[in-house]
């Protein structure tokens, strides 16, 4: 189901009200979006019902809203200023129509890609596969999809029974010959010996979270960008250290640092060929002060600057 974004979530400080140098997110998002080339489009997808069939813990579906209330009061510092950013509104999933939510999401994401590049903020990691299917029906089936995920878990479990959160690269890449992945921050602890076995068997390149300083990893990053036609990006917040980002569904005690997470975002999206961008498993009824919405909010402020590069 659609829903059209409440204009009153962007308010915040006002500085200046004409002077650009002045501005933040709440005076630059335009709620009623157009059809012009070249902006970045928000789109919400208020879902968790991956998470529940993945028996984690629900909540990422009021994600949407708080990063957008974290988002508005950040300062506005790029020298593109008029109608460049657009709130597209949310996807909502009814129940639990999952699948039919992520097609919905996929026509969102296809239509924003037709002028300019995509956000979505989920939402579980359930997000990516609407976004895989609205960056492919955008480029066409023959172009190869680079799949870009920062994130503590492969999320290629089985799906004999039902899709969920952890499923989703592995549906992608029994569907789509033109797709390959790519995912650092693994964590050995957090992840069976079935699902490196199954990384493995799929040709999955993938980097520990403990050998993300190696020069191999930068090399290996950049030669995966390069080769693909385009590429899809998505962070999962649970990757982070705990300490850091306490409301996500599946905290992580040894996870990465905020800073190590923001240098390998900007190096993902400021590629020529990254198209879109998630970020997933924000958790608003287990955050702490807002302190993981906020990040996140830091997050897409980052992936928004550099793709305007």
């Known amino acids: 189901m659609y829903r059209k974004t409440d204009v009153s979530i962007w ?8 002077d650009s140098a002045y501005f933040r997110y709440h005076q630059i998002v335009q709620v009623e979006p157009t059809t012009e080339h070249g902006k970045i489009g928000l789109v919400g997808f208020s879902c968790d019902e991956g998470v529940r069939r993945n028996n984690g813990r629900v909540g990422a579906k009021d994600a949407p809203l708080a990063l957008r209330k974290q988002l508005a009061s950040l300062p506005w510092r790029n020298h593109v200023q008029t109608n460049s950013l657009m709130d597209f509104g949310d996807i909502v999933c009814e129940g639990h129509e999952l699948e039919q939510a992520q097609l919905e999401l996929g026509d969102k994401v296809s239509d924003i890609l037709t002028n300019g590049k995509a956000i979505v903020l989920g939402g579980g990691h359930e997000t990516l596969y609407g976004q895989y299917l609205g960056v492919r029906k ?4 023959e172009a190869s999809i680079g799949l870009l995920n920062i994130d503590a878990h492969f999320d290629m479990r089985a799906y004999d029974d039902q899709t969920s959160s952890g499923t989703m690269f592995k549906q992608i890449l029994d569907e789509d010959p033109n797709a390959h992945y790519f995912v650092c921050g693994i964590q050995q602890y957090g992840n069976t010996t079935a699902l490196f076995n199954t990384a493995a ?5 993938y980097f520990l979270d403990e050998q ?3 020069p191999q990893f930068n090399k290996d990053l950049t030669d995966f960008m390069d080769a693909h036609d385009v590429l899809l990006v998505t962070l999962c917040m649970d990757v ?6 306490p409301g996500v569904s599946a ?3 040894f996870g990465l640092t905020a800073i ?3 240098d390998i975002l900007r190096q993902m999206v400021s590629h020529k060929n990254t198209v879109s961008f998630s970020i997933c498993e924000v958790n608003p009824s287990l955050d702490i002060n807002n302190q993981t919405a906020k990040l996140g909010a830091y997050f897409i402020n980052e992936v928004i600057m550099n793709s305007f590069e």
């Open 240 to 245: 982070l250290n705990a300490a850091e980002a």
């Open 251 to 253: 905290p992580s005690p």
């Open 11 to 18: 308010q915040g400080r006002i500085d200046h009200e004409v």
């Open 260 to 262: 190590k997470v923001r």
């Open 138 to 141: 955008a480029v066409g089936a």
């Open 212 to 214: 993300l300083e190696s």
């Open 201 to 205: 068997h799929y040709n999955v390149q």
